[in-house]
């Protein structure tokens, strides 16, 4: 596998620190609020990537954070007078609400940066006793010219007279020390720990290189997280967790591209987002937006609009109409099997391990589904073609993840029988008023000539 690599800036041959095995870090969520779509974009390519190894046959351990403790949260918690605890909890359901509909499946483990603090003290009391971290009067520091490598991943260079930073967030400019650890004030209210380096609260980078090294040891294979977070959040993390190992923290960085609106980053703070319950009020099916991400390149910026989401949920339906009449179709006897079924399927993989490109892979996906769709305009189709066929979409889609899976209510296939028994009378407004039921129960029936029918989820834009 070949995978572009943010810290060389190279394209680079994948090679895992154990055979068959990858280490894997992502940034997740700080459960603030709601998720906007343009972190899911980032989300759904954490999803990608390690569905991507699995399909190559590696065995993935993938952590993603949840930041349940920082400025933000303190802030929000206590304006809406709720405890931290009620309120994180309150988001990360949320969130885990949101990530299931884009159907993102679990990472191996979600640690909470609250469970953690204990590893985060033991690492700040190492950097003190080392000489990188300091003391100030409103918390502990990094000292970041005590780390000769610092800037190596985003490129800044550390200047003179250093100031420091408290807040978490802060922009490409501010290169200074910054917060491991912050004492309490009157701010943080009820929320602080105490420790042996003060009574106080941990600072956002630390909470990832003590997630990092509890979970996947002192030197993982791949970390990743959205292009905003290059600097300073993973610069912080290498100087945090090499000065404290003394080793390589990460051997491949590998960082996704934003979601822009109007040609500007998707973000709280420009008030251009939408969750995606926004757009399940509108009627969108979530992995309609899931296919959108799938066909961009993840190291391409993704315009979102309104148009192009109806585009991918038309694409989505005709994707699932297409496999349900495959799976309906009537089998000939004929042991030929098309050749280039494999040759898609192999070009499919190549693209994968091209730097996970999803949207060439797709493109295979497409043409096999085109090769299915004139099966089905023939009408009928080899046995063992078919089951090739539909074994290789199945293959796909367990990394695409876009068809539909589930069992479809019993109720609805009743009313979709009966609805077929009324057509063969001729009584098309009774069946009429049934296919109106059965799109009231989320599906939708399409016919098979006269006397058959498929169901497929109800999509309102198509
Ligand atoms: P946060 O909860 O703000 O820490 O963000 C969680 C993840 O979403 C991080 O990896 C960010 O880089 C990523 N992210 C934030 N905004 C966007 C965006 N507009 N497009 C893609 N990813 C984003
Ligand atoms: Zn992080």
Redesign the pocket.
């Known amino acids: 596998m070949i995978i572009y690599n943010t810290l060389t800036k190279e394209k680079e041959t994948f090679s895992p620190l154990e055979k068959g095995k990858v280490k894997m870090y992502c940034?997740g969520?700080?459960v603030y609020d709601y998720v906007h779509i343009?972190?899911l974009?980032?989300f759904i390519f954490y999803d990608i990537i390690k569905r991507i190894f699995e399909h190559f046959g590696y065995e993935v351990k993938q952590v993603i954070n949840i930041t349940d403790v920082d400025d933000k949260i303190i802030k929000n918690s206590m304006e809406t007078k709720t405890g931290i605890y009620r309120y994180t909890k309150m988001f990360s359901e949320f969130f885990f609400e949101d990530i299931g509909k884009v159907k993102i499946e679990p990472a191996t483990i979600y640690p909470r940066a609250t469970d953690n603090i204990d590893k985060m003290v033991e690492i700040i009391e190492a950097l003190i006793q080392k000489g990188f971290a300091y003391k100030a009067e409103d918390g502990v520091y990094y000292s970041i010219e005590k780390f000769k490598d610092y800037g190596k991943l985003s490129g800044v260079k550390v200047g003179q007279g250093l100031s420091r930073i408290k807040s978490d967030e802060y922009d490409k400019l501010s290169i200074s020390d910054f917060a491991l650890w912050k004492f309490w004030d009157e701010k943080d209210g009820d929320v602080f720990w105490d420790a042996s380096i003060g009574k106080g609260r941990p600072g956002w980078h630390i909470e990832c290189s003590a997630m990092s090294n509890r979970f996947l040891g002192d030197t993982l294979d791949i970390h990743c997280?959205?292009v905003?977070?290059i600097f300073p959040h993973h610069e912080n993390e290498i100087a945090q967790s090499e000065a404290y190992t003394g080793k390589k923290f990460v051997n491949y960085w590998v960082h996704?591209e934003?979601?822009l609106v109007d040609g500007r980053?998707?973000?709280k703070s420009l008030h251009n987002f939408y969750t995606l319950r926004d757009l399940e009020d509108m009627g969108f099916d979530p992995l309609s937006f899931r296919l959108m991400c799938l066909d961009s390149n993840y190291r391409d910026k993704l315009d979102f609009t309104m148009d192009n989401l109806k585009r991918y949920e038309k694409t989505l339906n005709d994707i699932n109409i297409s496999f349900k009449l495959l799976e309906k179709l009537n089998e000939s006897d004929s042991v030929e099997i098309n050749e280039e079924v494999d040759t898609i399927y192999s070009k499919f993989d190549e693209a994968l391990a091209d730097d996970f490109d999803t949207h060439s892979a797709l493109a295979q996906f497409f043409k096999l589904l085109d090769l299915a769709n004139i099966k089905i305009k023939d009408g009928r189709i080899g046995k063992s073609e078919k089951k090739k066929i539909i074994d290789t979409i199945m293959k796909m889609d367990k990394v695409l993840g876009v068809i539909d899976k589930g069992d479809i209510n019993k109720d609805v296939i009743e009313l979709a029988d009966k609805r077929k028994e009324l057509r063969k009378e001729s009584k098309w407004a009774e069946a009429d008023a049934i296919r109106k039921e059965i799109l009231n129960n989320g599906y939708n029936v399409v016919d098979i000539g006269d006397s058959d029918y498929i169901i497929v989820k109800k999509r309102n834009h198509v």
Do not use: F, V
């Open positions: 940034c969520p700080t343009g972190n974009r980032t997280g959205g905003d977070l996704s934003h979601l980053k998707m973000s």
